[in-house]
């Protein structure tokens, strides 16, 4: 009918077929994810010495890592699929004015909030774990010292923390310092708080013997300003999923807008070189890094806020990172197209 008009075959080309946004967003989650928790491991380590002694016990604290990398990692697959999606049809002869209308790239990236809304409710289905993590180490503590015998020369175990409770009428606590093997501590009382940000020290005696010898004695001692292993007690699930949404829907908002030009027709690519096929797969990385800079900004925004229990209003500042992280990919589009036409190969 002459009264209904179809977008351009070119136009409607611009964008891969949505199977292919698929992959990448599943793919970029699972890589994403795999370092989240990569890290959090490593973190794990250092904090608790002697985790790999007692897996059964870093379940609650193994909870919130596996949430958060697929929080974390949603977010930076929706920035890197859509993306994808969008960049690969950019050309900076096309025509000015051409490709003005919005519905192609919506139509096209949709279904990636579909995907992202699905991540963010299995990562927040997930138990919590313990809400209270620093009670949870104080009972070991507590435990190791009720489990001494009548010898007080024995020495037993604090599981998790790598320290040893030794036995006697004035009981002590002590082992190399977590993190840092070569000081040694002992102390007469060690408490957590709940979410363990903060630690208090009773009788405590330091010695360290590298260049020089140290040993630091001390009454009381507070250490400040820990990574808490809960999720912030002010975001409810509910409240937490929404504000993840909300972040993953304004950057994807962004993206449509700022690169509504990519259902513009393209441009015929000259055959790649022989000195270009060599270095496709580092263009490829650095591309695939740069698309997901502006997801991986909001989710580092996001895990900040939320380790400083930040109110929900406060979470506003990740998205205007994000902003500014999507502007730079904008220009970067504009001004070095060559890094990101390695994708058409993949």
């Not at 579909?114 to 409710?121: C, K």
């Not at 104080?138 to 320290?163: F, H, I, M, W, Y």
């Not at 007690?233 to 990519?262: D, E, I, K, N, Y």
């Not at 991986?296 to 500042?317: C, M, T």
Request: with cysteine; proline share 9%.
């Amino acid at each position: 009918m002459s009264g209904v008009s179809t977008p351009p075959s070119s136009v409607r080309s611009a964008f891969p077929p949505p199977a292919r946004a698929f992959r990448d967003f599943a793919l970029i989650l699972l890589g994403a994810a795999a370092i989240i928790v990569l890290l959090g491991l490593v973190r794990l380590g250092r904090q608790f010495p002697s985790a790999a002694a007692s897996p059964g016990l870093l379940v609650p604290f193994l909870l919130p890592v596996l949430a958060l990398a697929l929080e974390a990692g949603a977010l930076v697959a929706l920035s890197t699929a859509q993306l994808r999606q969008l960049v690969p049809g950019l050309r900076s002869g096309s025509p000015a004015g051409a490709g003005r209308s919005l519905l192609v790239p919506v139509r096209a990236t949709a279904p990636l909030l579909g995907l992202l809304a699905v991540v963010l409710g299995v990562a927040e289905l997930i138990p919590r774990g313990t809400e209270h993590p620093g009670a949870f180490a104080n009972e070991l503590v507590q435990t190791a010292r009720a489990s001494c015998g009548p010898d007080p020369k024995a020495l037993v175990a604090v599981p998790l923390l790598g320290l040893s409770v030794r036995c006697g009428p004035a009981q002590r606590i002590e082992g190399p310092m977590p993190g840092v093997r070569s000081i040694e501590i002992a102390m007469s009382e060690l408490t957590f708080s709940d979410d363990l940000r903060r630690v208090d020290i009773v009788g405590l005696e330091l010695s360290a013997a590298r260049a020089l010898r140290v040993h630091l004695r001390a009454g009381r001692a507070r250490i400040v300003g820990l990574a808490p292993w809960s999720r912030s007690p002010r975001l409810s699930p509910l409240g937490r999923f929404l504000v993840l949404a909300t972040l993953g829907a304004v950057l994807w908002l962004a993206a449509v807008l700022a690169f509504r030009s990519g259902a513009r027709a393209e441009e015929p690519a000259a055959p790649p070189s022989a000195r270009d096929q060599r270095r496709r797969p580092w263009r490829w990385l650095l591309a695939t890094s740069l698309l997901a800079l502006p997801g991986a900004v909001v989710a580092a925004g996001f895990i900040s806020l939320d380790q400083e229990r930040a109110a929900p209003a406060a979470y506003a500042s990740a998205a205007l990172l994000g902003l500014a992280a999507l502007g730079l990919v904008r220009v970067l589009t504009a001004r070095a197209p060559r890094i990101f036409s390695s994708f058409r190969a993949f």
